[in-house]
């Protein structure tokens, strides 16, 4: 047999049911390049619709890609595809980072499919080709860090574990399934718990092959190295520096003179890091005092992210203080791996400060987030803290909640900012203790078992923008107007997209950036300018469909999309252009096979064109449009006194929408007046018997 | 003999700059005549005259500022950085600060933070930046430059030469509440 290029070649499949492991080969599933791609073709396949999340029919596959283990910039994401309890049961996606995912491709493994469900609690160990399915009855129970402390304690200190905690154990429809301590993917934990699943524990020794020679690889990562810029692939330092013609103090290139790893020893300091200096690369970003302010900058040990992850996105921390309360004083973690453990603090900290910044404001962050991370809870983009908050500030809770239940939570603790409250939140809702750990059922559930009121539905403080599905904005019309909006429509769950927000957030001058637009999407016309939109143009169908298909095509691949695509570039000699065209290099170099830019990015376009198809048939309807593609109220009534268009405001107007949805459709060979897709748009991606089993079920538009 | 004295003054003078440049620093005509060097001052001008015509060293450019003129290479430090940077060398903090949020208002365009000119390079203590904005908000050249506070409670700054108030208040709104996470 010809040795795989990129891939590995095998596909594992777990049946818990018949406790059966089997190998399948991947070029069965390599049209659809890995990872997002592989686990839409598996659940397309075998789950039938109408199966809901927890039924042992439901699978959940866990995907890798051929850049996975290359050392490829960014390349350790795991994709992990099931139907999403929290959002009625359709397909949908959750991705952790850390170093499970090249470990799995190690052991030589392009996916696993775990199907079925285990008569009693088990874990899976897979080490090279030797795959078990071990009994977890002393594990189940456990919460996340020792659970995988006792896999590692039987597998050895090298193995990668993917583990649920007690939420997901317990089925909570908002639990995570993680990694490396804080490495999470949100929505698919209680899957892993309805099939008795506790952990994957995964080691491997063997290597990843490419089609390249190893100098091109490394010729072509200096490049990639030379474009790169810092989390978010924003490309500007936070404050003027001598190297730079522009800054922005939202970039996530942090460093400056005087700014440490500060409780480093010695400490370290971050420095100018130019963008020629490739030894400081992973000293750009300082995400502690990013996300907590500068209060963190003292507390920050080191930065820690992904396997073969240059840029190092999650701060480790150490706050002693975090030891009173129970938890360990060492947290890692970032962005709303830290926002929404800081939220569920209603009330504020001990020392009355609310939001981030103070020192009670960070222990209670750190308390939170170790507890969240060890319950194994999630968060639906912070969507639960909006939930908790909403039912306590209006009386709900008071309402819903049996008085015994109640009188037994220490309101007095959350009013007084005690970082104690918290135990109490996370075990209530992991547990699925009483009403109040209906929190976790999902914001759409909750919200209609407590009655909340219409303005939850309609007022952009609760930010829930799609409300039949239940989830939140993620990046939506406040980011490139109606790009963004189009962008939080197509997926079944917050979008998990940066495509977008990467490029805006960039920290370069409008102007540069709509020249870059100009380039990538047709007309600078892509771009508008923030609180400055104009109506709906097919340069801004370009730019949203450009941002989902090289979003899919990441988590396909894999490569991580906090970075990825490089559209922009530090460098002033090339016009802050990036390079469109590296994830297409890469993928002819690693497997061999030569593609272009446009030939990539087709392939992707075919897997997300079959979520689409997915969720066409989960549905039941081709009405994605009105069914589906639903915007709440206030995207289009905030400002009431302002039109929209007018500058000012990231107020959209309604009929435009509509516009930027067939012009979205169209881009996507997408049927214009339904949102579904058609026969001659399966057909050309090569997915005919798609189409054919639509239209056997009467689900093919006109 | 050491490898720098083996080249041209015009290149020992040259390397000086950019390598200054490189970490914010500007070099004087006076420190020409300081060691390592030993140039009279007719002599460092005469030279850095004789640069300016030599295609080696474009990139050695002159930026004056109230007290002084200064040297820097915009090949290690960029224009945008040299205007600031003369103010932060002069301690003009007032023409510093209106400056910056005129270039922020203009260019990006954006609000600038408050908080923004306690860090590098400005490093204002709280107490003389509060100071500064009252300097701006009592001159009558710097009418233009306006102070919003966000629902957050956090300062920023625009001109209004360049940002309409509502969009600027519009961008504060965007920045500390709706892009917070
Ligand atoms: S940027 Fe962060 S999430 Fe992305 S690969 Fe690096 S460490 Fe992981």
């Given at each position: 047999?010809a040795?795989?290029?990129g891939?590995?070649?095998?596909i594992?499949?777990?049946?818990?049911?018949t406790?059966?492991?089997?190998t399948e080969?991947?070029?069965?599933?390599?049209?659809?390049i890995?990872?997002?791609?592989?686990?839409y073709k598996v659940?397309?396949?075998?789950v039938?619709e109408?199966?809901?999340?927890?039924?042992?029919?439901?699978k959940i596959i866990?995907g890798?890609?051929?850049?996975?283990g290359?050392?490829i910039?960014c390349?350790?994401?795991?994709?992990i595809?099931?139907?999403?309890?929290?959002?009625n049961?359709?397909i949908?996606?959750s991705?952790?980072?850390?170093?499970?995912?090249?470990?799995?491709?190690?052991?030589?493994w392009?996916?696993?499919?775990?199907?079925g469900k285990?008569?009693?609690?088990?874990?899976?160990?897979?080490?090279?080709?030797?795959?078990?399915?071990e009994?977890?009855?002393?594990?189940?129970?456990?919460?996340?860090v020792?659970?995988?402390?006792?896999?590692?304690?039987?597998?050895?200190?090298e193995a990668?574990v993917?583990?649920?905690?007690?939420a997901?154990?317990?089925?909570?429809?908002?639990?995570?399934?993680?990694?490396g301590g804080?490495?999470?993917?949100?929505?698919?934990?209680g899957?892993m718990?309805?099939k008795?699943?506790?952990?994957i524990?995964?080691?491997?020794?063997?290597?990843?092959y490419?089609?390249?020679?190893?100098e091109?690889l490394i010729?072509l990562?200096?490049h990639?190295?030379?474009?790169?810029?810092?989390?978010n692939?924003?490309?500007?330092?936070?404050?003027?520096?001598?190297w730079?013609?522009y800054?922005?103090?939202?970039s996530?290139?942090?460093?400056?003179?005087?700014?440490?790893?500060?409780?480093?020893?010695p400490?370290?300091?971050?420095?100018?890091?130019?963008?020629?200096?490739?030894?400081?690369?992973?000293?750009?970003?300082q995400?502690?005092?990013f996300d907590h302010?500068?209060?963190?900058e003292?507390?920050?040990?080191?930065?820690?992210?992904?396997?073969?992850?240059?840029?190092?996105?999650?701060?480790?921390?150490?706050v002693?203080?975090?030891?009173?309360?129970?938890v360990?004083?060492f947290a890692?973690?970032?962005?709303v791996?830290?926002?929404?453990?800081?939220?569920?603090?209603?009330k504020?900290?001990?020392?009355g400060?609310t939001?981030?910044g103070?020192?009670?404001a960070l222990?209670?962050t750190?308390?939170?987030s170790n507890l969240a991370?060890?319950?194994?809870?999630w968060?639906?983009?912070n969507?639960i803290?909006?939930d908790?908050?909403?039912?306590?500030?209006?009386?709900?809770?008071?309402?819903?909640?049996?008085?015994?239940?109640?009188?037994?939570i220490?309101w007095?603790?959350?009013?007084?900012?005690?970082?104690?409250?918290?135990?109490e939140f996370?075990?209530?809702?992991?547990?699925?203790?009483?009403?109040?750990?209906?929190?976790?059922?999902g914001?759409?559930s909750?919200?209609?078992?407590?009655?909340?009121?219409d303005?939850?539905?309609?007022a952009a403080?609760?930010?829930?923008f799609n409300?039949v599905?239940?989830?939140p904005q993620?990046?939506?019309?406040e980011?490139?107007?109606?790009?963004?909006?189009l962008?939080?429509?197509?997926?079944?769950?917050d979008?998990?997209?940066?495509?977008?927000v990467?490029f805006?957030?960039?920290g370069?001058?409008i102007?540069?950036?709509?020249e870059?637009?100009?380039?990538i999407?047709?007309s600078?016309d892509?771009?508008?300018?923030?609180?400055?939109y104009?109506?709906?143009?097919?340069?801004?169908?370009?730019?949203?469909?450009?941002s989902?298909v090289?979003?899919?095509l990441?988590?396909?691949?894999?490569l991580?999309n906090?970075?990825?695509p490089l559209?922009?570039s530090p460098?002033?000699?090339?016009?802050y252009?990036?390079?469109?065209?590296?994830?297409?290099?890469?993928f002819?170099?690693?497997t061999?096979?030569?593609k272009?830019?446009?030939?990539l990015?087709?392939?992707?376009?075919?897997?997300?064109?079959?979520?689409?198809?997915?969720?066409?048939k989960?549905m039941?309807?081709t009405d994605?449009?009105n069914?589906?593609d639903?915007?709440?109220?206030y995207?289009?009534?905030?400002d009431?006194?302002?039109?929209?268009?007018?500058?000012?405001?990231?107020?959209?107007?309604?009929?435009?929408?509509?516009v930027?949805?067939?012009?979205?459709?169209?881009?996507?060979?997408?049927?214009a007046?339904?949102?579904?897709p058609?026969r001659?748009?399966?057909e050309r991606?090569?997915?005919?018997?798609?189409?054919?089993?639509?239209?056997?079920?009467?689900?093919?538009?006109? | 003999?050491?490898?720098?004295q083996?080249?041209?003054?015009?290149?020992?003078?040259a390397?000086?700059?950019?390598s200054?440049?490189?970490h914010?620093?500007f070099?004087?005509?006076?420190?020409?005549?300081?060691a390592?060097?030993?140039f009279?001052?007719?002599?460092?001008?005469?030279n850095?005259?004789?640069?300016?015509?030599?295609?080696?060293?474009?990139d050695?450019?002159?930026i004056?500022g109230?007290k002084?003129?200064?040297?820097?290479?915009?090949q290690?430090?960029t224009?945008?950085?040299?205007r600031?940077?003369?103010?932060?060398?002069?301690?003009n903090?007032?023409a510093?600060?209106a400056?910056a949020?005129?270039?922020?208002?203009?260019?990006?365009?954006r609000?600038?933070s408050?908080?923004?000119?306690?860090?590098?390079?400005?490093?204002?203590?709280?107490?003389l930046?509060?100071?500064v904005l009252?300097?701006?908000?009592?001159?009558d050249?710097?009418q233009?430059?306006?102070?919003i506070t966000a629902?957050t409670?956090?300062?920023y700054l625009?001109?209004n030469?360049?940002?309409?108030?509502?969009?600027a208040?519009?961008?504060?709104?965007?920045?500390?509440?709706?892009d917070?996470?």
């Amino acid at each position: 047999m010809a040795t795989s290029k990129g891939w590995s070649g095998k596909i594992l499949r777990v049946n818990l049911t018949t406790e059966t492991i089997t190998t399948e080969d991947t070029a069965k599933y390599t049209d659809f390049i890995g990872g997002m791609g592989f686990g839409y073709k598996v659940m397309w396949d075998e789950v039938p619709e109408g199966t809901k999340s927890y039924d042992p029919e439901n699978k959940i596959i866990f995907g890798v890609g051929p850049f996975t283990g290359t050392g490829i910039p960014c390349s350790s994401r795991t994709n992990i595809t099931s139907l999403m309890p929290t959002h009625n049961h359709l397909i949908g996606d959750s991705h952790m980072g850390g170093h499970f995912a090249a470990e799995l491709k190690y052991a030589g493994w392009d996916s696993i499919i775990v199907e079925g469900k285990a008569s009693s609690p088990v874990w899976l160990r897979i080490e090279n080709d030797s795959v078990t399915i071990e009994d977890a009855s002393r594990i189940w129970g456990q919460g996340t860090v020792q659970s995988t402390a006792d896999v590692c304690s039987i597998m050895g200190a090298e193995a990668h574990v993917a583990a649920i905690g007690p939420a997901g154990e317990n089925m909570v429809n908002q639990a995570i399934i993680i990694t490396g301590g804080s490495h999470s993917a949100g929505g698919h934990g209680g899957v892993m718990g309805s099939k008795n699943l506790k952990a994957i524990g995964v080691k491997g020794t063997l290597p990843v092959y490419m089609g390249g020679t190893k100098e091109a690889l490394i010729d072509l990562d200096r490049h990639a190295m030379s474009i790169i810029g810092s989390n978010n692939q924003h490309v500007v330092p936070s404050t003027p520096m001598p190297w730079a013609e522009y800054h922005h103090n939202r970039s996530r290139w942090t460093a400056r003179p005087g700014l440490f790893w500060g409780n480093a020893n010695p400490p370290v300091e971050t420095g100018e890091c130019p963008p020629e200096d490739m030894n400081s690369v992973g000293l750009r970003c300082q995400k502690g005092v990013f996300d907590h302010g500068d209060i963190a900058e003292d507390y920050t040990t080191r930065m820690g992210g992904c396997q073969s992850c240059p840029i190092r996105c999650h701060s480790q921390l150490e706050v002693p203080e975090a030891e009173e309360y129970g938890v360990s004083r060492f947290a890692a973690n970032t962005c709303v791996g830290w926002s929404f453990p800081r939220s569920i603090m209603l009330k504020g900290y001990k020392d009355g400060s609310t939001g981030r910044g103070t020192k009670e404001a960070l222990i209670a962050t750190v308390v939170s987030s170790n507890l969240a991370d060890d319950w194994g809870l999630w968060c639906n983009y912070n969507q639960i803290s909006r939930d908790f908050r909403y039912a306590y500030d209006n009386g709900i809770l008071e309402k819903v909640l049996p008085a015994e239940e109640y009188n037994s939570i220490p309101w007095d603790l959350l009013e007084a900012g005690d970082p104690n409250f918290l135990h109490e939140f996370y075990r209530r809702v992991s547990t699925k203790e009483g009403e109040f750990s209906h929190l976790g059922d999902g914001s759409f559930s909750v919200s209609k078992r407590w009655n909340f009121g219409d303005d939850y539905y309609s007022a952009a403080t609760w930010r829930l923008f799609n409300p039949v599905l239940g989830f939140p904005q993620h990046h939506s019309s406040e980011t490139a107007g109606q790009v963004g909006a189009l962008i939080n429509l197509m997926f079944n769950r917050d979008a998990q997209c940066h495509s977008h927000v990467n490029f805006t957030g960039s920290g370069l001058p409008i102007e540069v950036q709509k020249e870059i637009a100009g380039e990538i999407w047709g007309s600078p016309d892509a771009l508008d300018a923030p609180a400055d939109y104009t109506r709906m143009n097919p340069y801004k169908a370009n730019f949203a469909k450009y941002s989902i298909v090289r979003n899919v095509l990441h988590d396909s691949l894999t490569l991580c999309n906090w970075m990825w695509p490089l559209q922009v570039s530090p460098h002033k000699e090339r016009n802050y252009l990036g390079d469109t065209a590296l994830e297409a290099k890469f993928f002819s170099l690693i497997t061999g096979i030569e593609k272009t830019e446009a030939e990539l990015d087709l392939d992707a376009e075919r897997i997300f064109t079959l979520h689409r198809a997915l969720t066409v048939k989960q549905m039941g309807t081709t009405d994605m449009r009105n069914k589906h593609d639903v915007i709440a109220d206030y995207v289009f009534d905030r400002d009431p006194d302002v039109e929209p268009f007018t500058s000012g405001t990231i107020k959209m107007e309604r009929e435009d929408m509509e516009v930027a949805k067939t012009m979205f459709y169209e881009a996507m060979g997408w049927d214009a007046d339904t949102g579904a897709p058609t026969r001659a748009c399966l057909e050309r991606l090569g997915m005919g018997y798609v189409a054919d089993e639509l239209e056997a079920k009467g689900l093919l538009p006109a | 003999m050491a490898k720098d004295q083996a080249l041209t003054p015009k290149a020992r003078i040259a390397q000086r700059i950019r390598s200054q440049s490189t970490h914010g620093q500007f070099v004087t005509v006076k420190e020409l005549t300081e060691a390592p060097f030993t140039f009279t001052e007719e002599a460092a001008l005469a030279n850095l005259e004789a640069m300016a015509a030599d295609e080696k060293y474009m990139d050695i450019q002159w930026i004056s500022g109230q007290k002084a003129k200064y040297l820097y290479s915009n090949q290690t430090m960029t224009d945008n950085y040299a205007r600031l940077h003369v103010h932060v060398k002069e301690q003009n903090l007032v023409a510093m600060v209106a400056e910056a949020v005129r270039h922020d208002s203009s260019v990006y365009p954006r609000v600038t933070s408050v908080k923004a000119f306690r860090y590098s390079p400005y490093n204002l203590e709280q107490e003389l930046l509060d100071d500064v904005l009252k300097k701006i908000q009592e001159s009558d050249e710097f009418q233009d430059i306006q102070v919003i506070t966000a629902s957050t409670g956090a300062k920023y700054l625009y001109s209004n030469q360049f940002l309409e108030p509502r969009r600027a208040n519009a961008l504060v709104e965007l920045r500390e509440v709706v892009d917070d996470e």
